[in-house]
C-alpha cells in the first residue's frame, strides 16, 4: 500500500504510521522481555500470557466425505508462566462450555488458586486483543476484585495488550508444536459397517 502510493505526502504519512505502529510493537515486545526477567528474578512477581487455540475440529481429517459432515469442534486454553517457563492447558470441547470471558476467568481462577507459586504479590498478564475473551469488563472487573479484595495475596496486576496485529505470544509457540504433531500424526481409517 505504502509502495503503490503516488501522492508523496500521503505516502510519507502512511510510512510514519507504519514506523509508529512497529515502534509500539517493539515497546510491548521489550516491556514483556523486562518483565519476564523481573518475574524470573523476584519470587514476588510473575508473568503470564493466556490465549486460546484455534478451534481444532475432531475427528482431524484432512481431507474427503467427512469434512463436509458436521464435526465435534474441540478448545484449547493455555496459560504460560514467565517466571518457570511451563504451559498450563486446558482442553475441553463444545458439548462443555463455550469460548467465553466466563471459561477464561474460570481457567485464571484454576491457575491462580492451584498452580501459582504461593508469595506472588505482582503480576503481569500479557494478552491478545481479542475482546470476547481478554479484552472485556467481565475479565476487568474479575482481576480488580482480586486486587481490591487481597484475594489470593496479589497486591498488583498489570495486564497489558499488543498492538493490534502484533500478538505472538508464548503461549503461540506451544500452540504450533501441537499442530505440528496434529499434521504429522498417522490416522487409521476403518471401513464402514
Known amino acids: 500500500m505504502v509502495v503503490a502510493e503516488k501522492n508523496l505526502e500521503v505516502k510519507h504519512q502512511l510510512e510514519l504510521e507504519k514506523e509508529i505502529h512497529i515502534r509500539k510493537a517493539e515497546v510491548f515486545y521489550s516491556g514483556m522481555k523486562t518483565c519476564r526477567i523481573e518475574a524470573k528474578e523476584h519470587n514476588e512477581v510473575e508473568l503470564i500470557t493466556f ?3 484455534q478451534n481444532m475440529p475432531l475427528p ?5 466425505d467427512v469434512f463436509y459432515k458436521r464435526q465435534l469442534w474441540s478448545y484449547n486454553f493455555c496459560i504460560y508462566s514467565g517466571k518457570t517457563g511451563q504451559s498450563f492447558h486446558f482442553m475441553y470441547d463444545e458439548t462443555i462450555a463455550k469460548k467465553s470471558q466466563n471459561e477464561v476467568i474460570s ?6 488458586k492451584h498452580l501459582l507459586k504461593p508469595g506472588v504479590k505482582k503480576m503481569y498478564i500479557f494478552t491478545d486483543n481479542c475482546s470476547a475473551q481478554n479484552k472485556n469488563n467481565v475479565l476487568f472487573q474479575y482481576l480488580n476484585t482480586i486486587v481490591k479484595f487481597k484475594m489470593l495475596d496479589i497486591e498488583h496486576i498489570i495486564h497489558r495488550y499488543p498492538e493490534p496485529g502484533h500478538s505472538f505470544l508464548s503461549c503461540d509457540r506451544y500452540f504450533g508444536l501441537i499442530e505440528k504433531v496434529r499434521r504429522n500424526t498417522e490416522r487409521v481409517y476403518l471401513d464402514e459397517t
Do not use: A, K, L
Open 60 to 64: 482431524h481429517v484432512p481431507c474427503g
Open 107 to 112: 481457567f485464571i481462577y484454576y491457575y491462580f
Open 51 to 53: 490465549d486460546y487455540q
